[in-house]
């Protein structure tokens, strides 16, 4: 399938200004909509600097990227929860699909990332396994990362979009590139 995105030389300044805190083909996609580019970066963002650590971040983005067969998503990722710590030997349990990543508490999450992707009638009981180990609060930001991350493999997917080989340093700075977020009173 060739991709459905517009050249970076077709691009608005409004719209090139967006390309350019994250220049990537999602970025160029996303700016195909009238109005989701910039909310849609921020949620993404806020990932970094939710509850949840890096490594467990990066597990869970490789799981529903290889749940749902996400060349783009394991293509930056990959390298993101190595650079963040998670062991090979984990990436390696994640990618090839395996229920055991190695703790109760990660195999919880491992099993509830799949059925969340998969949606399952019975994800009520594997939430409550996963409570075992994590807060509410880290709960819903996993619900959200994932259906974050399913939805991106499914954009990427439906307008041909490819990794880029020179987009390594530019989801380095992305942080640096947008505004600071404000997180809500944590009480």
Same mark, same amino acid.
């Given at each position: 399938m060739s991709s459905l995105l517009p050249p970076v030389g077709d691009l608005t300044p409004a719209q090139r200004e967006v390309y350019d805190t994250l220049p990537i083909g999602l970025t160029r $996609? &996303?700016?195909m909509t009238r109005s989701s580019a910039i909310p =849609? &970066?921020?949620l993404g963002r806020s990932f970094h600097d939710g509850r949840l650590s890096a490594q467990l971040r990066e597990l869970i983005i490789l799981r529903v990227a290889t749940r749902t067969r996400s060349e783009y998503e394991l293509f930056y990722h990959v390298p /993101?929860?190595?650079t963040c710590g998670l062991p090979d030997e984990v990436i390696d349990r994640v990618l090839a699909g395996s229920d055991t990543i $190695?703790?109760?508490d990660l195999d919880a999450v491992v099993a509830l990332v799949d059925q969340l992707v998969g949606?399952?009638? *019975?994800?009520? /009981?594997?939430v409550e396994i996963v409570a075992r180990? =994590?807060?509410?609060n880290e709960i819903a930001e996993m619900t959200? &990362?994932?259906g974050h991350y399913l939805m991106t493999s499914l954009f990427v997917k439906a307008l041909g979009i490819q990794p880029e080989e020179t987009a390594g340093e530019s989801t380095e700075q992305? *942080?640096?590139n947008l505004p600071q977020q404000q997180r809500p009173d944590e009480r």
């Open positions: $996609g &996303l700016l =849609y &970066l921020s /993101q929860a190595r $190695g703790t109760a949606n399952s009638h *019975d994800i009520p /009981q594997y180990h =994590y807060s509410n959200l &990362l994932v992305f *942080d640096q």
